[in-house]
C-alpha cells in the first residue's frame, strides 16, 4: 500500500529495517563529529567560561554520547533465534 506522494508505508514489506540501520549509524556519526569540533573550542578553558559557556560544553559533550549510542544502536546485529 503507498501513500498518495508514492512513499511506502513502515508496515509494508518496502520498508528495509537494515537501510534504516545505516542511516540511523550515519546520524549517529554526524552528532558525534559536530559535537567533538564543537567542544574542542571550548574544553580547554573550561574553569573560565561563564554558566552558559559550561552549558555549551556539557551540551556538546551530550551530543557526542547520543551519537555514540545512535551509532552503536545502527550497527548493532539483530539476533536471530531459531
Known amino acids: 500500500m ?9 508496515g509494508s514489506p518496502a ?3 537494515k537501510k534504516m540501520s545505516k542511516w540511523i549509524a550515519a546520524f ?15 574544553l580547554s578553558d573550561y574553569d573560565v567560561l561563564s554558566q552558559y ?4 560544553v556539557w551540551g556538546s559533550g551530550f551530543l557526542i554520547v547520543l551519537g555514540a549510542a545512535l551509532i552503536f544502536g545502527g550497527l548493532k ?5 531459531l
Open 2 to 10: 503507498k501513500s498518495e506522494a508514492g512513499l511506502s508505508f513502515i
Open 53 to 56: 559557556g559550561k552549558g555549551y
Open 28 to 42: 549517529g556519526a554526524i552528532f558525534v563529529l559536530l559535537g567533538l569540533f564543537q567542544i574542542v573550542k571550548y
Open 77 to 81: 546485529k539483530k539476533k536471530t533465534s
Open 15 to 17: 520498508f528495509n529495517t
